[in-house]
């Protein structure tokens, strides 16, 4: 197969539906426009844990315009099961409205439907619902926690006893909420036994698995639609209770639901970040050589189902170390189920991991890039696999020359500018490279455009962007004669759209479907007496600007257009799958090296970030000005969970008190310094045919410690829990 010219990928170029997005022509969940819809609206408990003793609808169901109130006292039962039989769902393990039981603040307990939205809010605060409370268990920190997941190589314990340098330390890190820009919201209308939902999802197929489940319907009785998402960091990765309740109440009343979550209800209507403590020990000899590390990880989880997340990798294969033991405890609690938030895990880990050998450098006096340096690995520990790719020490260097590091007196508390204290600090960054099987869908027609199809979803890493520049390469067409196509879980199958493997999975199953329909045009020319390429060698034709030629004689070729108008077809068709191997050969990651400055006001121990700068392996980049838009949210991301972000829980009733954007504190504009993203150029290979390893998550992974190393920097004071309290550096 000839290779095809690289025109679109790797070029800088602006989104496809940026002009879509900026005219507000881009429809989101609750912005279709569906006849005869009817308005939700979920009450939510008002206890943390109990049982519902009554509900009283008389008044609410007495207002104008109310369709029905539905609570477990008359709502289906419902089917709730998977392909294996059993009767627990696939996805969301929380009842909808099948009983009596309140498990956190916030449970839906009841829905009221009516013919206009303020028609249903009023009624819903007509809804009068009486509990048995109980005292709700929300504290990490004082609650049992469940078995816990292991890991172990060598001898941890005689490692650290006979070590030269022993440390211990204890970071926290408290819970964090995706806040997206577009609340959670579905639309849901049933024709039949047929179920169409408008839903606010990062993975239609899961929504479409699970709905099946829920209601005991075939999965292609389902019809999942999202062709935008405003913004979901992993609070789309589930299908959530009020998706099923919009079902639910749709089906109820005969007639087209839309239920828009407020603000307040994403705080326990989705997921979350989970609060953590991470507990380190740690044996080195006198160079800084680490001999042993034990993990101690708590997590907090749902009573009603255990949440975990691979907080556990980066301790297994970041640095050499000989002898490692983990331990990683759920602490089940009475609140909603964690999900996925940005850097699963590996954000939290890095920031226990990054912050220890920041310690460890200090107490031996050693620059902390040279430290890391010293237990630079040779293959992964965890299993023995060498590394695909691993160009950590380049990242390392590059960064420390681009931002100065040579400069950095080690010194805590040297560097001052008035009453501001001035402090540096690093942190490396790791996150896995995920890849899943998936399936893609190209026609190309008789005009010479071409329309490609998968399930894929865009929250705002540019999917639309990125996968038609990988189809005109592949087809050799121009950006504007291709028409990509996600959201619709009518089209091909695809995984579900987080954990940084969209491009590597969805990405080389589009061009799988290129490159195929590309050789069937020109096997269609290749055997077409009426053609300038008529009996040429196949391997020597490339396709430019939707023309089809020879490599080396250019002027011998025709377009697209010509051929199927010749053959007198209106359309060629080609799907494309990519699956990964069973096995890999070898261990899989992307890598970065984060870099800060912070200023902390030595009177209030106010601390704001300076500059900051990452350098990212992250294999082939697709597209840089996406890359950018990644890798600069990432940075404010990781300042959010660094400085402000906390979801602060009231342990007498289980409320959350800041369940707004007003006390739940994220970075402006103001908090936002100078930041800047370099990528190493490289490929990898073997992860996938684009050469790609995955960025999205990588970025946020190695924010958190480099600023907490810095605040140590500047002002000699050790942040162990986050986000870092100015009250803890006075």
């Not at 989101?28 to 308005?39: E, S, T």
């Not at 293959?379 to 681009?402: K, M």
């Not at 705002?460 to 592949?474: K, W």
């Not at 108008?565 to 060629?572: D, G, I, S």
Request: charged share 25%; with cysteine.
């Amino acid at each position: 197969m000839s290779q095809q010219p690289q025109a679109a990928v790797g070029a800088p170029l602006s989104r496809v539906d940026g002009r879509l997005k900026v005219t507000g022509r881009a429809k989101y969940a609750a912005d279709h426009h569906i006849d005869g819809v009817v308005h939700a609206v979920i009450v939510d408990s008002t206890v943390g844990r109990g049982r519902i003793t009554g509900i009283d609808t008389e008044d609410a169901v007495a207002q104008p315009g109310v369709l029905r109130v539905i609570s477990h006292r008359n709502a289906p039962r419902l089917a709730y099961r998977d392909n294996t039989g059993s009767n627990n769902p696939p996805g969301e393990r929380l009842p909808a409205f099948q009983d009596d039981r309140v498990r956190f603040f916030g449970q839906p307990v009841a829905v009221v439907v009516a013919t206009s939205l303020e028609a249903a809010q009023h009624a819903a605060r007509r809804v009068e619902v009486r509990y048995d409370a109980e005292q709700p268990s929300t504290d990490l920190t004082s609650a049992a926690t469940d078995e816990a997941a292991t890991y172990a190589r060598g001898d941890a314990d005689a490692a650290l006893r006979s070590a030269e340098v022993r440390l211990e330390m204890s970071y926290r890190a408290g819970r964090n909420h995706h806040n997206p820009m577009e609340p959670h919201a579905t639309i849901a209308r049933w024709d039949g036994d047929r179920l169409t939902v408008w839903d606010k999802t990062q993975w239609v197929g899961g929504t479409q698995a699970e709905l099946a489940a829920v209601f005991n319907l075939p999965q292609e009785a389902v019809r999942v639609i999202s062709p935008f998402v405003g913004g979901g960091f992993g609070s789309g990765l589930r299908c959530w209770p009020h998706v099923t309740v919009a079902a639910l109440a749709a089906r109820e009343v005969g007639r087209p639901v839309k239920l828009v979550l407020t603000r307040t209800q994403l705080y326990f209507g989705t997921g979350y970040r989970p609060a953590y403590q991470y507990d380190v020990r740690l044996g080195a000899d006198r160079r800084g050589r680490l001999a042993a590390m034990v993990h101690d990880i708590s997590a907090e989880t749902s009573t009603y189902e255990q949440f975990t997340e691979a907080a556990m990798v980066p301790g297994q294969m970041l640095y050499r170390t000989p002898h490692v033991r983990q331990a990683y405890r759920t602490v089940p609690l009475d609140v909603n189920t964690p999900v996925w938030m940005r850097g699963p895990g590996f954000t939290t880990a890095a920031f226990a991991i990054e912050s220890a050998m920041d310690e460890l450098a200090h107490e031996l006096g050693v620059d902390p890039i040279e430290l890391r340096l010293r237990n630079e690995p040779d293959d992964d520990q965890s299993n023995g696999r060498p590394f695909s790719t691993r160009r950590l020490r380049e990242c390392f260097s590059v960064g420390a020359r681009e931002f100065g590091w040579h400069r950095r007196d080690p010194r805590p508390g040297s560097a001052r500018d008035g009453h501001w204290l001035i402090g540096t600090g690093m942190a490396a960054a790791v996150y896995d490279t995920v890849r899943n099987a998936a399936q893609a869908h190209v026609r190309l027609d008789a005009d010479g455009t071409a329309v490609v199809e998968a399930a894929a979803s865009d929250m705002g890493p540019g999917t639309y962007t990125s996968m038609t520049q990988v189809a005109a390469d592949a087809l050799g067409l121009t950006m504007s004669s291709v028409d990509f196509r996600l959201g619709d879980s009518t089209m091909p199958a695809v995984p579900p759209h987080g954990g940084s493997q969209t491009m590597a999975s969805v990405g080389s199953a589009v061009r799988d479907g290129c490159d195929r329909l590309r050789q069937q045009a020109i096997h269609l020319a290749f055997n077409d007496e009426r053609s300038p390429l008529y009996g040429v060698n196949a391997d020597d034709v490339i396709v430019r600007r939707g023309r089809l030629h020879l490599k080396n004689e250019p002027r011998r070729g025709e377009t697209y257009q010509q051929l199927l108008t010749r053959n007198t077809r209106t359309h060629l068709e080609a799907s494309g799958s990519f699956a990964p191997p069973e096995q890999d050969r070898s261990s899989l990651y992307a890598y970065g090296a984060v870099f800060a400055e912070v200023a902390v006001d030595r009177r209030l121990g106010l601390v704001r970030v300076r500059r900051m700068l990452g350098v990212y392996d992250a294999g082939r980049i697709i597209n840089p000005k996406l890359a950018d838009s990644q890798a600069l949210g990432g940075m404010v991301g990781g300042i959010g969970t660094a400085l402000l972000e906390q979801t602060i829980t009231d342990h007498r009733d289980g409320r959350i008190v800041n369940a707004n954007l007003a006390d739940y504190l994220v970075p402006v504009n103001a908090d936002i310094p100078d930041l800047r993203a370099i990528y190493l150029r490289g490929e990898d290979r073997e992860a996938n045919p684009l050469g790609v390893k995955g960025l999205g998550e990588l970025v946020q992974v190695g924010v958190a410690p480099a600023i907490a190393n810095a605040v140590f920097h500047a002002t000699g004071r050790r942040p162990r829990e986050l986000p870092i309290a100015a009250e803890s550096l006075l």
